[in-house]
């Protein structure tokens, strides 16, 4: 089922998919993508969870919207996609960008989230591995002085600035979200180990699935691998009521 959620300045789009279950997981994309990129998983979980995909504002279907973007106004949008469908809690899968509305959500709207998977968030532009900085930054600055002449460009520019300014958050955040968290990244991530290392460690119920050899888009690579990964931890949580 194909769906709007209609905001006062915006228009949100969101797939759901399966039959309406209990078991409901939300799926987040990252920066520059949208709904589809999680299509190998829907099509293994539709059958066992109710799956929801999203287009964050900006991205897919979504609009724009008037607001300056930021993770804030990203979980929001979730919240409020959330409680319109009736689902809340459910678990959260966020995939970087996604990742880190994911830990947005969860601090401002906790009573929406079961659980969270956060595969290659982070809590600040210093979590990013130093040589991906400074190829955001080029391409920032690129994207800056071609802006006024197109407006393609002038979303790219958006898109990295995300990168450049958000999130913002400080580690002894993460106290405050009480629900359990999984952590997931690699060797090869774009993540600082020791960045995803400090989030399991201040999270009350963190548990960190660290891969080697595995890059940012490592569960995409290896949908099996990362699926049992998923399942485990969710139906950890699941079997807890």
């Known amino acids: 089922m194909e769906g709007v959620l209609q905001l006062w300045d915006t228009a949100i789009h969101?797939?759901?998919?399966?039959?309406?279950?209990?078991?409901?997981?939300?799926?987040l994309h990252g920066n520059g993508e949208d709904h589809h990129i999680f299509?190998?998983?829907?099509?293994r979980w539709q059958t066992r969870y109710q799956v929801i995909t999203i287009d964050t504002r900006g991205h897919g279907d979504s609009g724009k919207g008037r607001q300056?973007?930021?993770?804030?106004?990203f979980a929001e949008d979730v919240a409020l996609l959330i409680k319109k469908l009736g689902v809340a809690p459910a678990a959260v899968l966020g995939f970087s960008?996604?990742?880190?509305?994911?830990?947005?959500?969860?601090?401002?709207?906790?009573?929406?989230?079961?659980?969270?998977?956060l595969v290659g968030a982070n809590l600040?532009?210093?979590?990013?591995?130093?040589?991906?900085?400074?190829?955001?930054a080029l391409r920032y600055l690129r994207y800056t002085l071609m802006a006024p002449f197109s407006a393609r460009i002038r979303r790219s520019r958006e898109l990295y600035a995300l990168m450049i300014n958000e999130p913002r958050l400080k580690p002894g955040q993460l106290k405050h979200?009480?629900?359990?968290?999984?952590?997931?990244?690699?060797?090869?991530?774009?993540?600082r180990r020791k960045h995803s290392e400090a989030m399991v460690k201040n999270l009350p119920k963190g548990q960190l699935c660290y891969?080697?050899?595995?890059?940012?888009?490592?569960?995409?690579?290896?949908?099996?691998?990362?699926?049992?990964?998923?399942?485990?931890?969710?139906?950890?949580?699941?079997?807890?009521?």
């Open 177 to 191: 979200v009480a629900v359990p968290v999984l952590v997931v990244s690699g060797t090869k991530d774009v993540i």
């Open 68 to 73: 300056p973007w930021d993770f804030k106004l």
């Open 39 to 43: 299509a190998d998983y829907v099509s």
């Open 97 to 117: 960008d996604g990742g880190n509305t994911a830990i947005h959500l969860a601090l401002q709207y906790p009573q929406t989230v079961k659980a969270a998977i």
């Open 211 to 241: 891969e080697d050899h595995a890059d940012h888009f490592a569960m995409f690579h290896q949908v099996g691998k990362y699926q049992k990964i998923f399942d485990e931890f969710l139906e950890s949580v699941w079997n807890q009521d």
């Open 124 to 136: 600040q532009p210093e979590g990013l591995r130093p040589w991906f900085r400074a190829g955001v």
């Open 14 to 27: 969101f797939y759901v998919w399966g039959t309406r279950h209990a078991k409901t997981l939300v799926l």
